[in-house]
């Protein structure tokens, strides 16, 4: 594995870290959740400069770290819907839409071509991430018992969703895109 691999996996390790403390209550447990979703989305901007900067880029790497984002994402949205906040139907069309994503590239590795992140899942990416930064942000305000207090939580909690529901279109449409690079990519060439 390559630096930037090993810096992947910090990240999938990150996951049940974040699962078990957010199944906890106390004020403790804001500061924990804050520090690790930070730490996980520093090592998703790490791992491939680094991959690159070092010319460590490979094919294993194209399907690992988009894999670890998916699956970080998807469980920070799973926790947040489990909370109330954000809603369970745009969890389920983020879910197809990772999914077939998933399909789409196995498609395409058929035709022999690695596809890793397009541009457009990169932008739908910062937006995954950013709504999951305000619904954390919700749950922390909650968690230190000031959500009473201040309009904090309901301010972060509607933005969470808003930039949610904007990362929904953005999903659907990049996938429409990795879907348009595999209609163009050559036939698979069958050897008899």
């Given at each position: 594995m390559t630096l930037a691999d090993k810096i992947?996996?910090?990240?999938?390790?990150?996951?049940?870290?974040?699962?078990?403390?957010?199944?906890?209550?106390?004020?403790?447990?804001?500061?924990?959740?804050l520090?690790?979703?930070?730490?996980?989305?520093?090592?998703?901007?790490?791992?491939?400069k680094i991959a690159r900067k070092r010319g460590e880029t490979s094919d294993f790497g194209k399907l690992f770290d988009p894999f670890a984002d998916t699956l970080v994402r998807i469980t920070y949205f799973f926790l947040f819907v489990f909370d109330g906040l954000l809603p369970a139907a745009g969890l389920i069309v983020v879910l197809w839409r990772e999914f077939?994503?998933?399909?789409?590239?196995?498609?395409?590795?058929?035709?022999?071509?690695?596809?890793?992140?397009?541009?457009?899942?990169?932008?739908?990416?910062?937006a995954y991430m950013a709504a999951g930064a305000f619904s954390?942000?919700?749950s922390c305000v909650r968690r230190l018992g000031i959500?009473?207090?201040?309009?904090?939580?309901?301010?972060?909690?509607?933005?969470?969703?808003?930039?949610f529901l904007v990362s929904?279109?953005?999903?659907?449409?990049?996938?429409?895109?990795?879907?348009e690079v595999y209609r163009k990519a050559p036939p698979?060439?069958?050897v008899s």
């Open positions: 992947t996996t910090v990240r999938l390790m990150l996951v049940p870290v974040f699962c078990v403390i957010y199944f906890f209550d106390g004020t403790w447990t804001a500061p924990m959740l520090a690790v979703f930070v730490i996980a989305e520093i090592t998703d901007l790490l791992d491939g077939s994503i998933l399909f789409v590239r196995n498609l395409m590795l058929r035709k022999g071509v690695t596809m890793g992140a397009r541009w457009g899942g990169k932008v739908k990416a910062v954390l942000l919700a959500a009473a207090d201040f309009p904090l939580y309901d301010v972060f909690r509607w933005t969470g969703i808003g930039i929904i279109v953005l999903a659907v449409t990049s996938f429409f895109d990795y879907v698979v060439v069958e």
